[in-house]
């Protein structure tokens, strides 16, 4: 079993997404919390119990976490991959420090700003959300691109004489 420690990122899955916050310490996280449909209405950044964080999840992920036979922390594998190791964490009191400073903040937006983003600000200082970065890669290989040189189409200019 994993534990969560002050400062870690932690989340939980929920239908069709995963959702992330701070763990904050003494069972409390800080997280975008949404009272009606989480996709479709604004949040404001709060702390609320881990509980309530869980809401109906059996389990709580720790990002950064250390398994009882992990070898590497998970977090520190993420930052390689995303930012080649050039992204340094804070640490935990930072963390929770950042994320302590967005209470009361609204703005939350699926695309640019929703709660993995917010975690990974508080973490490392960019807001990051793979789960987006995964949509916008489906919707490429959908969704085809212009072809090349193609320029913008609009109304023609008529020229009178």
Known sequence: MVTANKGDIVYVKRRGYRHFGIYAGDDHVIHYYKE???LLCDGIVTETSLSEFMSDSDTLYVLNGMGPHARHNVFDWIIKRLWNG???PFSPGETVD???SKIGEH???LFLNNCEHFSFWCKTGVAKSTQIDEILSYLQLII???PAGA???G????QQT
């Open 144 to 146: 085809p691109a212009p």
């Open 36 to 38: 009606r449909h989480p």
């Open 98 to 100: 950042r994320a302590r």
């Open 151 to 153: 320029e913008k189409s």
């Open 155 to 158: 109304p023609s200019a008529v």
């Open 107 to 109: 703005g939350y937006n």
């Open 86 to 88: 050039e992204v340094t």
